[in-house]
């Protein structure tokens, strides 16, 4: 009929498994079944067409939403006939306008008439449940455990889902605990006292029940599962050990090796997750689960030939982030120099946080295919999601603009997005970069100076506007103690390690700036820092190591034009 208020048998119950009668009266054992109350009334009191016109009126207008008659009609007929079925309805519909106090009252009233009904006892039990009245709760939960002993152990483990949505997780606890006590020999006992435990914030009882659970069940998956979870909050390495000997105990446990898996990636431990996960592979052919971090483990491992198989394999599933695949297989051909693969993969990346990102790379190909104004369209058909989608198309545009050696309107680009959001960090930052390289310093200033006043510690606004102090040879001081800043929240960022490295040099320190220069080419062999550690080792007059350095670099980066000038000026 309705959705809202079903006419079914009572729907909010304990939820436990306990095996349910029908929709009628629960005889007891032994005896005939009670004859319908409207039946035993007095002859002159003929409740029939009553129940027949009420019970009517109640549902039209529950259907018409008037829930207070609705409400009112099914409640007086329960008091007045005492037949269960009525009963029961009076209770769900009371419930489900959340007239709790009204149902409370309306379940003892059924509870009074079938003293035996277990789901009477359960609508009261979801009662006090909602009403948050757990010391009344327990006597009759633990009616409900005795009987029904064949579901047990469902039934405990159920019992902190139950109690969910209560506030009060120290008194959840103690509820727990008084239920599951009486089943002390059942492992899910102890399971249940655990979840309870960790819900209070008691992990040390947690895992102690945990345990006991183990004892009682050594192959107990979920158990192991639940104790890994717990230890990994204090270290990493006891969860790790524990799922090894597990998984060796119990070598089918999937859920259990994919666990261990994942926290041996935590720890790059790259080469122990792949042996798990290659067993896993072979149990589970077919479950993306699986796939897809044998896929991610490959490709961070270097291992592109994997990586794809995994990729290409997961498409032929129901894995939900087909767009997430699409793009991980385009950047893949597009390092192998397959760019109308690259492209088709791209352009298939429709949902998803990577879709702004694949238009921004499809764009690049087509500029790699001589077609600029292609590439510039794609972007402007692209319609970001929201203002940080739309500032990375914009950003996307630039850098288009850039590589093609547009950079003028790469700036302009740049300054029109700025007009709408003079506060983006984005837009500032990039505008900045793109003025030095059209040779406008003061609008780089303006634009880092702006940016630092927003945020005063943008490491890479500080790099920046110091580094473009030092190349000039202008505000030295102010420009080392920039770079400084920008080194001490990023200290091992390399080329704000070549940044303080070069105002060194401007400023005389050679034998500084040298060991500066060597530590950030240490850590990213880039041909600027090529070229900066190569003056300084030929202003030391090491002029052999300067042009053996600069050598190498060339070859390494070829087509440089920071090392080509870098050259040029110490081997005139």
């Given at each position: 009929m309705h959705a809202k208020f079903p006419v079914t048998a009572l729907a909010l119950t304990l939820g436990l498994s306990l095996a349910l009668p029908g929709h009628g009266a629960e005889p007891v054992a032994g005896k005939k079944p009670r004859p319908a109350a409207v039946e035993a009334r007095q002859p002159e009191e003929n409740l029939l067409p009553r129940v027949i016109f009420q019970s009517l009126l109640g549902e039209f207008a529950l259907q018409r939403g008037d829930t207070r008659i609705g409400v009112e009609a099914w409640a007086d007929l329960a008091q007045r006939t005492r037949d269960p079925k009525v009963v029961a309805r009076a209770v769900e519909v009371a419930t489900l306008a959340r007239q709790f106090d009204l149902a409370m009252q309306l379940s003892r009233l059924w509870l009074e008439v079938e003293p035996e009904s277990t789901r009477a006892r359960q609508a009261q039990s979801s009662l006090l449940v909602l009403t948050d009245r757990l010391d009344e709760l327990a006597p009759q939960v633990a009616v409900l455990l005795e009987r029904d002993p064949g579901n047990i152990a469902n039934n405990l483990l159920h019992l902190n889902r139950l109690l969910a949505s209560h506030k009060d997780k120290k008194a959840v606890q103690r509820l727990v605990d008084q239920l599951a006590t009486p089943y002390a020999s059942l492992p899910e006992a102890h399971f249940a006292m655990a979840q309870a435990a960790v819900n209070a914030g008691d992990e040390l009882?947690?895992?102690?029940?945990?345990?006991?659970?183990?004892?009682?069940?050594?192959?107990?998956?979920?158990?192991a599962l639940a104790r890994a979870q717990l230890q990994a909050r204090l270290s990493t390495t006891s969860a790790i050990s524990g799922l090894e000997d597990f998984v060796t105990r119990n070598p089918g446990a999937g859920e259990a090796r994919l666990s261990l898996a994942r926290l041996l990636i935590g720890e790059k431990r790259y080469d122990d997750a792949r042996r798990h996960f290659d067993r896993l592979l072979k149990d589970n052919p077919d479950n993306p689960a699986v796939i897809y971090p044998?896929?991610?483990?490959?490709?961070?491992?270097?291992d592109a030939k994997t990586g794809r198989q995994q990729l290409e394999k997961l498409l032929g599933t129901d894995f939900p982030d087909q767009s997430m695949l699409h793009f991980f297989l385009g950047q893949l051909d597009q390092e192998q120099k397959k760019?109308?693969?690259?492209?088709?993969?791209?352009?298939?990346?429709?949902t998803g946080n990577q879709?702004?990102?694949?238009?921004?790379?499809?764009?690049?190909?087509l500029l790699q295919q001589g077609k600029p104004e292609e590439a510039r369209e794609l972007l402007h058909n692209t319609r970001g999601g929201n203002a940080e989608e739309r500032t990375q198309l914009t950003l996307a545009e630039a850098q288009l603009l850039r590589d093609a050696g547009r950079l003028s309107e790469a700036y302009e680009v740049l300054a029109q997005a700025l007009v709408a959001q003079p506060d983006n960090p984005d837009l500032l930052y990039d505008a900045a970069l793109t003025a030095e390289r059209i040779g406008k310093p003061?609008?780089?200033?303006?634009?880092?100076?702006?940016?630092?006043?927003?945020?005063?510690?943008?490491?890479?606004?500080?790099?920046?506007?110091?580094?473009?102090?030092?190349?000039?040879?202008?505000?030295?001081?102010e420009a080392y103690k920039m770079i400084s800043r920008a080194m001490t929240l990023q200290?091992?960022?390399?080329?704000?390690?070549?940044?303080?490295?070069?105002?060194?040099?401007?400023?005389g320190?050679?034998?500084?700036?040298?060991?500066?220069?060597?530590?950030?080419?240490?850590?990213?062999?880039?041909?600027?820092?090529?070229?900066?550690?190569?003056?300084?080792?030929?202003?030391?007059?090491?002029?052999?190591e300067a042009k053996k350095l600069l050598a190498d670099a060339i070859r390494q980066h070829p087509d440089s034009e920071v090392l080509a000038a870098a050259i040029k000026k110490l081997q005139p």
């Open positions: 009882r947690a895992s102690t029940e945990i345990e006991k659970a183990l004892l009682l069940r050594p192959d107990w998956e979920a158990a044998i896929a991610m483990l490959a490709l961070q491992q270097g760019l109308d693969a690259a492209f088709a993969h791209f352009m298939q990346v429709t879709v702004v990102a694949a238009r921004a790379r499809a764009a690049q190909i003061e609008q780089l200033e303006s634009h880092l100076q702006h940016l630092l006043r927003l945020q005063p510690d943008h490491a890479h606004a500080l790099n920046a506007l110091g580094y473009s102090w030092a190349d000039r040879n202008q505000q030295l001081a200290p091992d960022d390399p080329f704000i390690t070549d940044s303080l490295g070069w105002v060194q040099y401007r400023l320190h050679l034998e500084e700036a040298l060991a500066t220069l060597e530590r950030a080419y240490g850590i990213k062999a880039d041909p600027e820092i090529a070229a900066h550690l190569g003056e300084v080792l030929w202003q030391l007059g090491r002029k052999d």
